[in-house]
């Protein structure tokens, strides 16, 4: 994997920060700050941004037991002007956690479409639907979407799917599902709710198990170093049909347990996910496999 050069670092003389932690943190905000700049999003925005976000962050996760917390010992903690942290723990900051209606809906679609028998063919595919409803009232998309939802036209649906890239329509005005998850080809907003969730869940459970939390959770990936461009495609492909697999079989099991009994007293969530990434290397090195 190509190593971006790690000069221009900040220094750290006087602080009890980690050279360590230093490297690690540009390389996960590489990914972000290539974002915000494609996106036109600048520094002093995003500063701004950060300043609420070590607030909030202050507030929630570090609590003094007893004990109220005040704009001193917040400014103490996180190195905001007291002043701003007046303003901004005055301004309301509603953020919005559940996924916009249309990825809810299409969560839902998806996994009826992928899992209910009605809608599989006989080797256990999703199968064609047609677009209209059947005179013998048998599987269609109208059917499909009006079983979810009785608020939504199942054309707006699908015009909005198919920009999404997610179903095609064939010659028989058939709709046929392109993917077994929902997981859209286009679509900047719906794709920036799973960026979101996805890392931020994959960087919570790391960050649990850098700072010793108890049991750790499950992080692991495997590298590979030295592959010709044919090697890493095959090994997308293995990876993304075992992948889907995994995904599938635990989004099954979680649904059964979840209809078994009804939850009492706290309730969790739960993510486990997926990845695959692949760039050129700066220079030639042996292969190297690596799992952790």
Sequence with gaps: MEEHPEEQVPPTEGLDVSPALVQALRRLLRPIVRLLLARHITYPYLIQLLKSLFIEVAVQDFPLSGKRQTDSRISLLTGVHRKDVRRLLGESRAVATSPPANVSLGIRLVTRWSRDPAYLDEAGLPRLLPRLPQPDGSPSFERLVGEESKDIRARAVL?????????????????????????????????????????????????????????????????????????????????????????????????????????????RRMTFGVYFFSEAQACEIAAVEEER
Aim: charged share 25%; aromatic share 6%.
């Design 159 to 267: 015009d909005e799917w198919l920009r999404l890239g997610l179903v095609s329509i064939d010659a028989a005005d058939c709709v046929c599902l392109r993917t077994p998850a929902f997981v859209p080809e286009h679509g900047f907003e719906e794709k920036l709710y799973f960026l979101g969730r996805n890392a931020h869940d994959h960087l919570a459970a790391a960050t649990h198990n850098v700072l010793d939390g108890k049991p750790p959770f499950l992080e692991r990936s495997v590298f590979a170093g030295g592959l010709s461009p044919a090697a890493v495609d095959e090994l997308a492909a293995t990876a993304e049909r075992l992948g889907m697999d995994t995904l599938q079989a635990l989004g099954q099991r979680a649904r059964e347990l979840r209809q078994a009994a009804a939850v009492e007293g706290e309730r």
